[in-house]
């Protein structure tokens, strides 16, 4: 009966409840004194020391591969380089409330749509760009 909740240990009747007293953590005592995982040291330096191989490779992706692989190489750069861009949407406001921006979540369909739909009007404007004369079938400077 000691450690089950009531409004005298629990600290309010309402919305949620603290731990019995006997549960609570000390003053300066952490839940998780391990802290979170930390990843391998070795791992993650091997990773690094292929950055500018890698890096090196998502150009030539984005200079010499089809226009899909390219627009991805080059996305991927731009989002390290500069982080990914906020997806936000805007609701109206209810009985002239100020509107609320919102980040959207995609799922990984909607995604899968969005590059599909920018990789076509990449290729439709190299398409464009060859049949006007301003680019060569082989250009890789794009």
């Known amino acids: 009966m000691g450690d089950k909740p009531t409004p005298e240990n629990s600290g309010g009747s309402g919305g949620k409840r603290k731990p019995p007293v006997g549960r609570r953590f000390q003053k300066g005592q952490s839940g998780n004194p391990g802290g979170r995982p930390k990843t391998l040291a070795e ?19 984005m200079r010499n591969g089809p226009p899909t692989q390219a627009v991805r190489a080059a996305e991927i750069l731009l989002d390290r380089a500069w982080g990914k861009p906020a997806q936000r ?53 794009g």
């Open 89 to 141: 949407n805007e609701i109206a406001g209810v009985d002239g409330a100020a509107p609320i921006t919102v980040r959207a979540v995609l799922t990984s369909d909607e995604k899968r749509a969005r590059q599909r739909a920018l990789a076509e009007k990449a290729a439709a404007l190299v398409v464009q760009r060859i049949a006007s004369g301003e680019h060569e079938p082989g250009d890789a400077d």
């Open 43 to 61: 791992f993650k330096e091997l990773t690094r020391n292929h950055s500018a191989e890698a890096v090196e490779k998502l150009v030539r992706m």
